[in-house]
C-alpha cells in the first residue's frame, strides 16, 4: 500500500513550457485534491475532485487544469509555464468514511518541486 | 472571507519545556478542524480532527482542544523528534479546506 505518490519528484521549465503533474492513490479514495506551498502562503487549493470524471476549481485556479479520468489518478497541467508557477505541489486524497465514521482527513503525497526559469 | 491564522510563526524550546500552538480561525460554518505535522521535504501528514468546541484529541504528546474562535496544539515535554512544522486548516461548507501558514517547533536536546 503506497498511499498517495507524485511524478516527478522535481523538474525544472522554461518558461511558456508545458508538463503534467501525475497524482496516484491506492486507497480507492473518490476526493483528490491539487495543492500549492508557497513560503510565507501555506497550503493553497489549486483544484479538486470528487469522484471520477468530476473536477472543480479551488481558490488558485488559474493557469492550470486537471483531468480525473480514472478513480486512482488526477492529473494537474500547466499549459505554459510562468514563473509564478514557481513553487512545490502537493496532491491529496481522502475517502468519505475511515470505517463508519465520516471522514474528513487528507492523505498526502511527498510533493514535486518545480522551478520555472 | 475565511481565514486561518497560526501562532506563533517559529518557535524553539528546550527538551522537556512544554508550550503550546495557536490556530485562529473566522469561517462561515466550520465543518472541522484539522492539525498536520509536515516534516522538510515532505507532505504534511494528518495529526488530529476537531468538530465541536471544546473537543479534545490526545496522542502521544500532543493534544489538541477546540474552541468556537480557536484550536490549541499543546505539546507536553517535548522531545527533538517532535520538531517540524505543524499546520492548521480547516473545512467550511462545500469541499474545500484553508491552511495556516504553519508553526515551525524547533527541540533543543
Known amino acids: 500500500n503506497a498511499g498517495v505518490t507524485q511524478t516527478p519528484k522535481f523538474r525544472v521549465l522554461k518558461t511558456g513550457q508545458s508538463m503534467t503533474l501525475l497524482c496516484a492513490q491506492d486507497m480507492n479514495h473518490e476526493y483528490m485534491y491539487w495543492y500549492r506551498q508557497d513560503p510565507g502562503m501555506g497550503l493553497r487549493l489549486i483544484h479538486y475532485s470528487v469522484g471520477e470524471g468530476t473536477t472543480a476549481k479551488g481558490e488558485v485556479p488559474d493557469g492550470y487544469n486537471v483531468s480525473r479520468l480514472k478513480k486512482q489518478n488526477f492529473l494537474l497541467g500547466l499549459e505554459s509555464a510562468a514563473p509564478s508557477q514557481t513553487s512545490v505541489y502537493f496532491c491529496a486524497s481522502r475517502g468519505p468514511r475511515t470505517g463508519d465514521v465520516l471522514s474528513y482527513e487528507q492523505y498526502f503525497g511527498p510533493g514535486t518541486r518545480l522551478t520555472v526559469t | 472571507e475565511d481565514q486561518v491564522t497560526q501562532s506563533p510563526e517559529a518557535l524553539r524550546l528546550q527538551e522537556g519545556e512544554s508550550s503550546s500552538l495557536n490556530c485562529s480561525y473566522t469561517v462561515s460554518g466550520l465543518r472541522g478542524l484539522f492539525w498536520y505535522r509536515q516534516d522538510p521535504g515532505k507532505g504534511p501528514e494528518f495529526l488530529f480532527t476537531?468538530?465541536?468546541a471544546g473537543e479534545e484529541k490526545e496522542k502521544e504528546r500532543l493534544k489538541a482542544t477546540l474552541t468556537k474562535k480557536e484550536s490549541f496544539l499543546h505539546i507536553t515535554a517535548p522531545k527533538p523528534e517532535d520538531s517540524a512544522t505543524y499546520l492548521c486548516?480547516?473545512?467550511?461548507?462545500?469541499?474545500?479546506?484553508?491552511f495556516g501558514t504553519g508553526t515551525s517547533l524547533t527541540v533543543i536536546p
Open positions: 486548516a480547516v473545512r467550511a461548507t462545500g469541499n474545500q479546506f484553508y
Open positions: 476537531l468538530y465541536s
